[in-house]
């Protein structure tokens, strides 16, 4: 389990029994889309909106800002708690901490993405990974690199289609996880997964295997995250906190990542 050491702010700790990171050297990379009006969200789901409540200076003088946003619990960088598709499984408030800080496993397949959009990661891609990098540790939070996060603003090349609507589901094409991919994960141990792209499954999914897979096995899934081009197969630390939405089946979340070094 993660323990949290109390230390002076330049040399913070976040330690395993047996082992611990110092993070006043090394260095941060946000893996989160900012949320606006541009941010990505399913065909079907309410998008973000944030409305001005106040923003000036106030008659007492002193300087005012505040908002409200309004948005679907699935859009932008966000979680899918296991409930979200498998029932009795952890909501977003009750997804274990130990599932969303743990050590980074990043598996490029940008090469297989950029030639079929729909392309599914599979447990051979998985198993060529380990065999270059070593078995994927239980407790690891697995990411999948498509490279399709420097198209996050264009949404038509993002998710396939501008259309907004249920027929607009059927357009959809973005690579994924393969049903036997997350098999794999699960057999691993994994913590979380995550992907840059709209879905875990990919866009032209009709049965959400993986999301069934991954999920029942209470395991959640980390969508539309950031770029993910700085950070090496191995040896990051992630961290990955969605807002605590009680009974919720997914929230808005903060991904990052810390790469130690001098």
């Not at 110092?22 to 909106?49: C, M």
């Not at 141990?189 to 049965?207: C, H, N, R, W």
């Not at 980390?222 to 197969?233: G, H, I, K, Q, W």
């Not at 990955?240 to 001098?262: N, T």
Request: net charge negative; with cysteine.
């Amino acid at each position: 389990m993660f323990r949290l050491f109390a230390l002076p702010a330049s040399c913070v700790l976040l330690a395993t029994v047996g082992s611990a990171q110092d993070f006043s050297n090394g260095r941060w990379i946000d893996l989160t889309h900012p949320f606006n009006e541009q941010s990505v969200y399913w065909p079907t789901a309410k998008t973000f909106t944030k409305e001005e409540v106040f923003h000036g200076h106030t008659p007492g003088g002193w300087f005012y800002s505040a908002y409200n946003f309004s948005a679907a619990e699935h859009g932008g960088t966000h979680m899918d708690a296991p409930i979200h598709f498998a029932e009795g499984k952890h909501a977003t408030d009750k997804v274990p901490l130990k599932r969303l800080i743990g050590p980074g496993i990043v598996i490029n397949l940008s090469r297989q993405a950029a030639e079929d959009i729909d392309y599914r990661v599979s447990a051979s891609d998985i198993a060529d990974f380990e065999a270059k990098h070593g078995r994927i540790p239980e407790g690891a939070i697995v990411l999948l690199n498509t490279g399709r996060a420097k198209h996050y603003g264009k949404r038509e090349v993002y998710m396939g289609t501008l259309e907004r609507g249920e027929p607009a589901v059927a357009k959809l094409h973005f690579p994924g996880l393969g049903s036997d991919g997350a098999a794999l994960l699960v057999e691993r141990g994994i913590a979380a997964v995550g992907i840059d792209t709209p879905s875990i499954d990919y866009g032209q999914s009709k049965d959400f295997a993986t999301h069934v897979e991954l999920m029942t096995n209470d395991i959640p899934a980390f969508e539309n995250v950031a770029d993910m081009s700085a950070l090496p197969a191995t040896g990051s630390l992630i961290i990955a906190l969605p807002m605590k939405i009680e009974g919720g089946s997914g929230a808005p979340l903060r991904i990052i990542a810390h790469l130690p070094g001098s």
